[in-house]
């Protein structure tokens, strides 16, 4: 077991310990409470409130419709369910880009309406003014670069990132950029894992891949991927861990099935 899977509460400067020591960080998702707590007495290191939540939770195509007040329901279920992780709250669209005194806003409120322990935004120099306002609160920010999924709409796709010269070096100097901000930690999604390991060698704060390869120092699954409750998503990156989907549906097809035959309730369960 890991030194640090005992420690009682995760920090944004245990992750950096974990960096140092050359331990890798686990992070996943989480919306509700119960699973939260689930996921936490897993021994996870971080727990992202992530905006994924609007596929997953609310069924909806990206992320672009979750609001402020989204985030923060989330994130108050999850608060009440962990003890240990460090829980990072994601900043919707729309509610940091392009006015740091409204990132700021924002952040506060997400600090303190849920009870979370850090924000992450998505993005490098075009939000670094948001970024370094929400730090001058005292507040820890993780970035998130490559694929940004709240960009959706600008990259037309979801494909893998900065494969080409260009968008890499725009992506090495925007998590030296993050770093030298003060962000604790930085997201890589869907990069090639060449790149990931570059930039993580760079950077004295941990990187947390997604799709981006094992040389980041951490790495981040959604939870309803993993789990396999969602099926119709099955990216190269995603290593399913249970096949919920098939569980869940055969519980409920049982569970028809014995009501509907008289076999449920049986006497033991009556009163
Ligand atoms: O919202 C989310 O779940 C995320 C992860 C994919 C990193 O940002």
Do not use: W
Request: hydrophobic share 40%; net charge negative; glycine share 8%.
């Amino acid at each position: 077991m890991s030194v640090h899977a005992n420690a009682r509460k995760v920090t944004t400067h245990t992750l950096q310990e974990m960096k140092r020591a050359g331990e890798k960080i686990t992070m996943l998702t989480a919306y509700d409470f119960s699973l939260a707590k689930l996921v936490d007495r897993g021994g996870i290191d971080v727990i992202l409130v992530g905006d994924s939540a609007s596929n997953v939770m609310a069924g909806r195509d990206t992320t672009v419709p979750m609001s402020l007040e989204h985030m923060i329901y989330h994130a108050q279920c999850v608060e009440r369910a962990v003890d240990r992780a460090l829980i990072v709250v994601d900043m919707p669209f729309g509610t940091y880009q392009g006015n740091s005194a409204i990132a700021l806003e924002s952040a506060i409120r997400i600090m303190k309406e849920s009870g979370g322990h850090a924000v992450k935004l998505e993005g490098g120099a075009e939000i670094v003014e948001s970024i370094q306002r929400i730090l001058t609160a005292g507040i820890p920010v993780m970035g998130h670069l490559g694929l940004t999924p709240q960009s959706i709409y600008k990259f037309g796709t979801y494909t893998v990132r900065a494969k080409e010269d260009e968008e890499a070096a725009k992506l090495i100097a925007d998590a030296k950029l993050l770093e030298e901000a003060g962000c604790f930690a930085i997201v890589l999604e869907k990069i090639p894992a060449h790149l990931a390991k570059q930039v993580s060698d760079a950077l004295s704060i941990p990187t947390i891949g997604i799709g981006a390869g094992q040389d980041c120092d951490g790495q981040v699954l959604v939870l309803h991927d993993m789990l396999g409750i969602t099926t119709d998503f099955s990216p190269r990156f995603l290593r399913r861990y249970l096949d919920l989907e098939s569980q869940i549906t055969g519980a409920v097809e049982q569970y028809c099935e014995d009501v509907r035959g008289g076999d449920f309730p049986n006497e033991e369960e009556s009163y």
